[in-house]
């Protein structure tokens, strides 16, 4: 598969396309130091051969921010040399941090913006970039990611928001430009040329007034133009639709654009594949090759080697699906595709964020900090001599599902995949549960369902599916009333 081959980027090689991007964890302290679950957390998805392992948010300076990693003083480097020594121990792995530097936010709901920066405090945060990749450098990174996107500085000198009236002026597309051209000037000034430096930026803001893909594709020619060794693209998560709730301080995913930014379950596969199409399209047909990451839903496989063998991007970013399952590329060169856990795009890891508590999956076996190991030993679950038992009821507009615990083999039964299939369609995954019942609420009248559920242990080995259950649904307004709908079983 052309996802698991190597990649170039600048004086490092990737042994897969595979990217996890930067996620919060709030597993560091309040003093910002690497401390050892920060590491084990990075060590995981080096265990799991991700070709490009991008640590969480990394500050380049002081301001406080509750749990968050730090590289704006020389103390810090220690921490980040052991945890880049242990990822390299562990795989071929390649890992950067991703830096930030972010404006104050009250509790009030009051937020700094970039028009209250003088010119001395617009010098001080290009320096302290180059300052801090340089750090980055010192402690072993393979390179430096520049987070211009979402809520943050660099990105908000990238807005069409941008309010300043100066030499970063909003109302142009080349003032909005010149903060990141310096801060990248300042960079290269303190690591050189020969080493990674990628950027992550907005494919589009998703705010009213603020920029599409079509500006994007500007931009990203601009990064080209600048010599970054890749572009990661995501959407929104910005302040200006964040819902303020009283004595919190704003949270930039709570309003249409954080949907946008972790689309849910709600949303397609795929949300923003076209986008990254769309970039890489146009600054490949200027004559760059930079490196496109595409992010937003990928889970499958499958979608993952159409989007890079199509040419719609280079390499392919997953943040929640990584932190589901971090063996996704292991398993996956190991011919185990069908032993991934799916993401199910719950959010409950972006719920756990925003409330300022340590990321966990759900997926994962209650009460671990980690995901677990994989395991590919011993016995798989199995249902019970009786069988699943899966049976379905209608119950005002919903289909509620029940079935039997399933046999643990040689590791403890870690949940149920309930997968359904409309009329004719092929079957996938819509729900993952912990529990043995589940209720389908997104049904429609005159449609067929059919389900089937597997058990799955922590390392995503599963039993056979149960046996199906098809149901037609009733179609309401087209006659007499129906007393319920009929349920079949039916061999899988």
Same mark, same amino acid.
């Given at each position: 598969?052309?996802?698991?081959?190597p990649?170039?980027?600048?004086?490092?090689t990737?042994?897969n396309r595979i990217?996890?991007?930067a996620m919060?964890? #709030?597993?560091?302290?309040?003093d910002g /130091?690497?401390?050892?679950?920060?590491i084990d957390r990075?060590?995981r998805y080096a265990?799991g051969?991700?070709g490009?392992?991008?640590?969480? $948010?990394?500050a380049?300076?002081?301001n406080?921010s509750?749990? +968050? =990693?730090r590289?704006?003083d020389?103390? !810090?480097?220690?921490g980040?040399h052991?945890?880049?020594?242990q990822v390299?121990?562990?795989s071929d792995s390649?890992?950067m941090?991703?830096?930030i530097?972010f404006l104050?936010? *009250?509790?009030s709901?009051w937020?700094?913006?970039i028009?209250?920066?003088?010119?001395?405090?617009i010098?001080?945060?290009?320096e302290? !970039?180059?300052?801090?990749?340089?750090?980055?450098r010192?402690?072993?990174y393979?390179?430096v990611? +520049?987070?211009?996107?979402? &809520?943050?500085?660099l990105?908000?000198?990238?807005?069409?928001?941008?309010?300043r009236r100066?030499?970063?002026?909003?109302?142009?597309?080349?003032g @909005?430009?010149?903060?990141?051209?310096r801060?990248?000037q300042?960079v290269r000034?303190?690591?050189?040329?020969?080493?990674t430096?990628g950027v992550?930026?907005?494919?589009?803001?998703?705010i009213?007034?603020g920029?599409t893909?079509e500006?994007a594709?500007?931009i990203?020619? @601009?990064? &080209?133009?600048?010599?970054v060794d890749y572009i990661?693209?995501?959407?929104?998560g910005? /302040?200006e639709?964040a819902v303020? #709730?009283?004595?919190?301080?704003?949270y930039?995913?709570?309003?249409?654009?954080?949907?946008?930014?972790?689309?849910?379950?709600?949303?397609?596969?795929?949300?923003? *594949?076209?986008m990254a199409?769309a970039v890489?399209? %146009?600054?490949?047909?200027?004559?760059?090759?930079?490196?496109?990451?595409?992010v937003?839903k990928?889970?499958?496989?499958?979608?993952a080697e159409? +989007?890079?063998q199509?040419?719609? &991007?280079d390499?392919i970013?997953?943040? #929640?699906?990584?932190?589901?399952d971090?063996?996704?590329?292991?398993k996956?060169?190991?011919?185990r595709s069908?032993?991934i856990?799916r993401?199910i795009?719950?959010?409950?890891?972006?719920q756990?964020d925003?409330k300022f508590?340590?990321v966990?999956c759900? =997926?994962w076996?209650?009460g +671990?900090?980690q $995901?677990?190991?994989d395991?590919?030993?011993?016995?798989?679950?199995?249902?019970?001599? $009786?069988g $699943?038992g899966?049976t379905a009821t209608?119950?005002?507009?919903?289909?509620k599902l029940?079935?039997?615990?399933?046999?643990a083999?040689?590791?403890?039964?870690?949940g149920?995949?309930?997968? @359904?299939?409309?009329?004719?369609?092929d079957a996938?995954?819509?729900? *993952?549960?912990?529990s043995?019942k589940?209720?389908?609420?997104?049904v429609?009248?005159?449609?067929r369902y059919?389900? %089937?559920?597997?058990?799955?242990?922590?390392?995503? #080995?599963a039993?056979?599916?149960?046996?199906a259950?098809?149901?037609?649904?009733p179609?309401p /307004?087209a006659?007499p009333a129906s007393?319920?709908s009929?349920?079949?079983?039916v061999?899988?």
């Open positions: 598969m052309k996802i698991l081959e990649l170039k980027l600048n004086g490092m990737l042994p990217a996890v991007p919060v964890t #709030r597993l560091s302290g309040e /130091f690497v401390n050892q679950p920060i990075y060590v265990e051969h991700v490009l392992i991008v640590v969480e $948010a990394t380049v300076h002081s406080k509750g749990p +968050l =990693l590289l704006s020389d103390e !810090f480097i220690p980040h052991e945890l880049t020594k390299h121990d562990t390649k890992v941090p991703q830096i530097h104050k936010v *009250a509790r709901g937020r700094q913006t028009d209250s920066l003088s010119e001395e405090d010098e001080r945060i290009i302290e !970039f180059g300052q801090a990749a340089a750090r980055a010192t402690a072993g393979d390179g990611e +520049l987070h211009s996107a979402h &809520a943050y500085t990105s908000s000198f990238l807005s069409r928001r941008n309010p100066d030499g970063y002026d909003g109302r142009t597309l080349e @909005r430009l010149a903060m990141f051209g801060v990248m300042s000034k303190h690591v050189g040329h020969d080493w430096v992550r930026f907005l494919a589009e803001e998703a009213k007034e920029y893909i500006e594709k500007l990203a020619l @601009r990064m &080209a133009q600048l010599g990661s693209l995501s959407v929104g910005k /302040f639709d303020h #709730r009283e004595g919190q301080p704003l930039p995913y709570t309003g249409y654009s954080g949907d946008r930014c972790m689309p849910g379950d709600w949303y397609p596969s795929l949300p923003h *594949a076209h199409a890489k399209q %146009y600054i490949n047909a200027k004559g760059f090759t930079v490196p496109v990451i595409s937003g990928i889970s499958d496989p499958l979608d159409q +989007l890079v199509t040419g719609q &991007a390499m970013g997953m943040a #929640r699906q990584l932190l589901a971090p063996d996704w590329v292991k996956l060169e190991e011919q069908g032993q856990v993401c795009y719950c959010n409950v890891c972006k756990l925003e508590k340590e966990t759900f =997926l076996p209650k +671990l900090m $995901a677990p190991p395991v590919t030993d011993g016995d798989a679950p199995r249902w019970p001599d $009786a $699943a899966l209608v119950e005002k507009g919903q289909v029940t079935w039997n615990r399933a046999v083999g040689s590791t403890e039964i870690a149920y995949n309930v997968y @359904r299939a409309e009329d004719d369609g996938r995954v819509t729900e *993952a549960v912990k043995t589940h209720a389908d609420k997104v429609l009248g005159g449609l059919t389900y %089937y559920v597997r058990g799955h242990d922590a390392a995503g #080995r039993t056979p599916p149960s046996d259950v098809r149901i037609e649904m179609l /307004f006659g007393p319920s009929e349920v079949r079983h061999p899988h």
